[in-house]
């Protein structure tokens, strides 16, 4: 089964708009992160935000900000006023447990998103 | 300010011809270590973590190998290439036990 789900393989946005790229997960560990990284095209990942298992809010950083709910499994990215250069893939990624060497993260495979000027 | 090297940023290398990727990490010391694979249009697959030097964890079989000579360095071999190892290679560091990873520019083989 997949770890990381993001069902939007594409998404077209109008600029100034807000904007949410879904992510689903599946762990049966009590302990997670779940983390959204943006990939211009140059290819370089750029981490955005993160949200801990046992956070009790929601993570913001800025425009974005991460809409947990932990019943559903479910770590939405939220953009909000989005720009023309938030245009990239992005990915939605974890990480289980919280063990010395199990900092790996597990990826989705990612939305393409485009802001339409 | 730590900051993450990884070269070359473009390879082109026939099938059969031996490999050797590098990344250094600046600014930290004792980082776990990353090598990832991007396939074109796909997310990223864990290929080897390190913890420390000369620690080496494998997460699929491969043609691939990953050493780590010294505390901020990783590297990437392989003594054969094949078609299918083209693609996108990207080194990424952590803080043990901290949860964000950092990524390098990333290396683009395509194995012809």
């Known amino acids: 089964a997949q770890k990381i789900t993001q069902t939007q393989p594409g998404m077209f946005v109008q600029e100034k708009e807000a904007v949410t790229l879904d992510c689903t997960y599946d762990?049966?560990?009590?302990?997670?992160?779940l983390f959204w990284y943006k990939q211009p095209s140059s290819g370089e990942m750029i981490f955005l935000i993160y949200q801990g298992s046992y956070d009790q809010q929601n993570a913001t950083e800025g425009r974005y900000s991460l809409n947990f709910q932990k019943a559903r499994k479910s770590a939405n990215l939220v953009i909000s006023a989005s720009q023309l250069g938030d245009s990239a893939m992005y990915f939605c990624a974890m990480r289980e447990g919280r063990g010395f060497g199990n900092e790996k993260l597990t990826f989705g495979t990612g939305t393409r998103l485009t802001i339409i000027p | 300010s730590q900051t993450i090297h990884q070269w070359p940023a473009t390879l082109v290398q026939p099938v059969g011809s031996p490999l050797s990727l590098e990344c250094t990490v600046e600014?930290?010391?004792?980082?776990?270590l990353y090598w990832y694979r991007q396939a074109a249009g796909r997310g990223l697959q864990l290929l080897f973590y390190?913890?420390?030097?000369?620690?080496i964890s494998s997460e699929v079989p491969q043609n691939l190998s990953a050493s780590r000579p010294q505390d901020r360095q990783f590297i990437l071999s392989s003594k054969k290439l094949l078609l299918s190892d083209s693609g996108f290679y990207l080194c990424?560091?952590?803080?043990?036990?901290?949860?964000?990873?950092?990524f390098g520019q990333g290396t683009r083989l395509t194995v012809v």
């Open positions: 990424a560091w952590s803080r043990p036990r901290q949860p964000e990873a950092f």
């Open positions: 762990t049966s560990d009590p302990s997670y992160g």
């Open positions: 600014g930290t010391s004792n980082p776990n």
């Open positions: 390190s913890v420390g030097i000369g620690q």
